[in-house]
């Protein structure tokens, strides 16, 4: 089944509540967040069924008939009869929880949108279609890509800054032309994992504290860093891998990453440029990070190289933050191999002055050794692992907002 853009209907009454909206169009890019809500919306829709049958094997009906439409877009003839009904009773029940919520009898923060998602998807897309938030749904190799308007990235971005700011530490006011860098200072303070790199550790201070525990052990509330120093504008390009292993948390959590980036540096002082890149790189323009496809190979040395004809002769800090989740698996050079070209434009992002990051969503051995050399050869920069892709945001919201 595919959707088309159809007139807006925003302004009429029976329209969804905003907050609703966004929240929708929040889990629908990002499946993978959690809610608390207490709103049970299986039993609802249980509530509108009168067929005995379909009632009591609810969860086995339910899960054939909502795969079947998330995938195919109808049910098969043989369910037909059970079909019908179920989807009756849960049009009945879409349309008393637009009800509740319009009335405040049910709140937003009452429900649990991944559960709500599971059971109403086709209902979802077709209000946010209406809205404008979502542009179409189109279907690919037995897959459906929904297509997010530009509305929907800043809805996404706001949201995903919102998480960030629940759990960043401590608060940082914003100064005119000046930045933190990798340099350390003079002032000592808690160690922050999100915002000091382990070059800014004060090792000596550290071991006096630890020396004072009676079993001599080190432990993290005797960390203590340098704050680094602060400099010029900031210039960053941000590499996204979008090659096929890719899929699923790790290119939301990459995406949620761009965004976080986005809202955090100062507007008109900082820059940013946001490539994807497989065996190509493509820039991406405003509005089309939450858009973009996973397929293809990993040529790492060429998204180095295009890093740093983007930062070429600029003036002020340089950071290049590479997100990829393995070893190169293309060259732009077909007479060198992948692993050993993308130690070879490290090397080259010296000559620019860059901070190379490389963001790790994947810890093999070989593939680290190789980020190691990587990281030797740049000159300086920094790597982390992330075993859960969708904490990438928080580190990137820590190490680079504005201060």
């Avoid at 002082?269 to 490539?275: G, N, Q, T």
């Amino acid at each position: 089944m595919e959707f088309t853009k159809p007139e807006c209907r925003s302004c009429k009454e029976d329209s969804i509540p905003a907050e609703f909206a966004e929240n929708l169009a929040y889990h629908i890019f990002n499946p993978y967040a959690m809610d608390r809500g207490n709103f049970n919306v299986k039993n609802f829709i249980k509530q509108k069924i009168s067929d005995e049958e379909l009632a009591e094997n609810f969860d086995s009906y339910s899960a054939i008939f909502n795969d079947m439409m998330r995938n195919f877009g109808y049910a098969e003839a043989l369910w037909m009869d059970k079909f019908e009904k179920y989807v009756e009773a849960k049009s009945k029940a879409w349309e008393e929880i637009k009800e509740k919520l319009r009335s405040g009898e049910l709140k937003v923060e009452d429900i649990n949108f991944k559960e709500l998602l599971d059971y109403f998807f086709e209902e979802a897309l077709k209000e946010l279609i209406e809205m404008g938030i979502i542009e179409g749904v189109t279907k690919r190799f037995f897959r459906r890509k929904v297509k997010f308007s530009r509305q929907a990235e800043r809805i996404i971005a706001q949201k995903v800054m919102k998480e960030v700011s629940k759990e960043a530490k401590g608060y940082y006011a914003e100064s005119e032309g000046e930045t933190l860098s990798y340099i350390p200072g003079y002032e000592l303070v808690e160690y922050d994992e999100y915002l000091h790199s382990y070059d800014l550790i004060d090792i000596p201070e550290t071991m006096i504290r630890a020396a004072k525990n009676e079993d001599f052990e080190i432990r993290e509330k005797d960390i203590v860093s340098r704050n680094p120093k602060k400099v010029g504008k900031r210039h960053f390009v941000m590499l996204i891998d979008v090659s096929d292993s890719m899929r699923g948390k790790k290119i939301v959590g990459a995406i949620e990453a761009a965004l976080a980036l986005k809202m955090s540096i100062r507007k008109g002082f900082d820059d940013l440029e946001v490539f994807v890149f497989n065996h190509r790189t493509e820039k991406i323009r405003e509005g089309d990070i939450v858009n973009v496809d996973v397929e293809g190979r990993t040529d790492i040395a060429l998204a180095l190289k295009t890093a740093r004809n983007a930062l070429r002769g600029k003036d002020g800090a340089k950071y290049v933050i590479l997100i990829t989740d393995g070893e190169p698996t293309a060259s732009y050079n077909p007479l060198i191999p992948p692993w050993k070209m993308a130690v070879i434009e490290s090397a080259k992002l010296k000559d620019e002055d860059i901070n190379l990051n490389v963001l790790m969503l994947n810890d093999d051995s070989r593939f680290y050794a190789l980020c190691e050399r990587m990281l030797k050869a740049a000159g300086k920069g920094s790597i982390f692992y992330f075993p859960n892709p969708l904490n990438l945001k928080n580190y990137i919201y820590s190490k680079y907002r504005k201060k």
